[in-house]
């Protein structure tokens, strides 16, 4: 018999006022339904692992995707053990206002994360 299997996503109360996370793998696409207009849409999930151990997914938007690349390349396999600071910032989206999850710049990270993933601070 199949067992569901439900990953446990990434949300802002994880986050708190910012926290690092560790990225455990290269990520995947996945195509998904939007429940508004029932478009498909291509979304990028990788895991990443909290402060506290816990091992959550992160469906990364493209402004992350695009600050994680700016330090570590285009090439997500790279990105493997890499520590990354999060942050969340309250935005409107579609008609509702939400917490939204975001890789901080690559100028705003601490020189001790820079330091630990190999960047010079």
Known sequence: M????IK???QAVDIGQGINVVLLDGGVNEII?????????TTFEIRVQLPNK?????TMNKRSQGRVAEAFGFSPAKWVGKVIPVYTVQ???FGDTKLVIYAKKLSEWPPEIKKVNGLSP
């Not at 199949?2 to 299997?5: D, H, M, P, Q």
């Not at 816990?54 to 992160?58: G, S």
Request: hydrophobic share 25%; no cysteine.
């Open 2 to 5: 199949a067992e569901l299997t």
């Open 8 to 10: 446990p996503y990434l």
């Open 33 to 41: 339904e939007d429940p508004k207009t029932h478009e498909k849409k």
């Open 54 to 58: 816990e091992i959550r997914t992160w």
């Open 91 to 93: 935005q409107e989206m």
